[in-house]
């Protein structure tokens, strides 16, 4: 394979990426764009310093750096660019593909001066409380496949003056998300989203979902108001089922028994289907879902394993994090940290989806050493090994990007071959 023409190849599948994305920002945000997510996926980093390195350019880095600054501190960069995403990838969503949504954080413990700054629960601590933002992604994927699809990815602080509530931004995502993909798919959210503004704003949309219910509120059922953990456990299970599940490299096997119950939220119409599992610990998990219930084994298990899909892409989710080292990131306002958002977006869609199947196993053909590596252990390592390559490949064979006002004929949205 020469990898020297590949590596040419990217570039320009990177330049007519970034121009269907761009199409509505000005001249220099178009520029910015394109080079931002050459220099990301690159580099591996989001440090201004380190995408500038990736530039084939006589300006000093300084000036670049300072170039990237000032363009993405322009405000239109995140709607533009999360809008085109939506746009290509609602195609790939219909009426039983997931919608993932996860609830994660962005630590800075030391960075004083960034801006709005606010506390966070470090999900990967132990839930310390440290300085950082909250950030709300959106991955669409089907049950029994591994394919995923990046939708919506965005940053918020409680103290920002345009915060209202995180549960205004969770919804905030059901809409623009749902939009885009006339209110297609199912959207699935752990316990964090158990609470009823959520509930009433998918059922008011007509939207699908199965969330994880926590087991403190109060459900409907045959006319009276019983707590929701009372009911799992009066709950007749007679399904059963095992699966083999990774946990920090072993496998583990679970036995489990499952059932459901016809139940309503108090004060809402619609009728809804608590499913309970047990065989995970002491206490069974319970899942709420608008799904029908009509072939009931195969519909429940459907459902299970809608969920349970959460877990397995669980560390694709941390991919985008960890491979681009986003919690290095520098800059200090609050404009361009979310604008960085929209630009990891891209750059993971273009990863997970832009690029074609010949083009990721050659990738990874190209980095086997770290592939290997990567393969035990970890479900999706294809996506670390995909970004490590592309950075490898970029490194060894660097070359200058093409001209961007050449190629933004949208009709090339369907041309990345």
């Known amino acids: 394979m020469n990898y020297s023409h590949l590596a040419n190849k990217l570039r320009y599948k990177i330049t007519k990426f970034s121009g269907i994305l761009s199409k509505g920002l000005d001249k220099t945000a178009r520029r910015f764009v394109q080079e931002a997510i050459y220099g990301i996926i690159a580099s591996e980093s989001v440090m201004l310093t380190e995408i500038g390195r990736q530039m084939e350019s006589r300006i ?10 000032r363009q993405l501190k322009k405000s239109g960069i995140w709607s533009c660019l999360q809008k085109s995403i939506l746009t290509l990838a609602s195609e790939r969503v219909k009426d039983k593909t997931l919608l993932i949504l996860d609830l994660s954080d962005l630590k800075k413990p030391y960075a004083e001066k960034m801006e709005y700054l606010a506390q966070v629960r470090d999900g990967s601590d132990g839930g310390e409380i440290v300085d950082g933002y909250w950030t709300n992604q959106v991955i669409a994927t089907e049950v029994g496949c591994d394919e995923i699809t990046p939708m919506y990815y965005s940053l ?36 964090g989203a158990d ?8 059922l008011k949309n007509k939207r699908d979902f199965i969330i994880r ?42 036995n489990l ?13 619609d009728p ?38 959460r877990w397995t892409i669980e560390e694709t989710i941390r991919f985008v994090k960890q491979t681009y080292d986003l919690e290095n990131i520098r800059v200090l306002r609050y404009v361009r940290l979310k604008n960085m958002m929209a630009l990891l977006l891209a750059v993971f ?49 660097p070359g200058k990007l093409f001209n961007l006002s050449k190629h933004h004929d949208p009709q090339l949205a369907f041309g990345f071959g």
Request: glycine share 6%; with cysteine.
């Open 60 to 69: 000093s880095l300084k000036k670049t750096e300072e170039r990237f600054s």
């Open 213 to 254: 219910m926590v087991g403190s509120r109060d459900l409907i059922y045959e006319g009276k108001a019983l707590r929701s953990l009372w009911l799992a456990y009066a709950c007749r299970l007679p399904y059963e089922n095992r699966i083999i599940r990774i946990i920090e490299g072993k496998e583990h096997l679970f």
């Open 349 to 397: 869609y273009f990863v997970a989806i832009i690029l074609n199947q010949s083009q990721k196993l050659t990738v990874m053909a190209g980095h086997v050493l770290k592939c290997a590596k990567r393969v035990f252990g970890i479900p999706d390592f294809k996506y670390y090994a995909l970004g490590d390559g592309l950075s490898n490949i970029f490194s060894r064979f």
């Open 156 to 191: 918020y602080s409680q103290r920002s003056p345009d915060f209202e509530s995180e549960n205004r931004e969770i919804i905030k995502a059901f809409d623009q998300v749902g939009k885009a993909v006339q209110n297609r798919g199912i959207w699935v959210i752990d316990r």
């Open 272 to 309: 809804l289907t608590m499913v309970v599992i047990k065989g995970f610990g002491n206490k069974p998990m319970m899942l709420l879902t608008s799904l029908k219930i009509t072939s009931k084994e195969k519909d429940l298990w459907f459902i299970i394993s809608a969920y349970l899909k």
């Open 257 to 269: 028994r499952y059932g459901f119950m016809s139940v309503y939220l108090p004060e809402l119409k």
């Open 195 to 202: 609470r009823d503004d959520l509930y009433e704003a998918l």
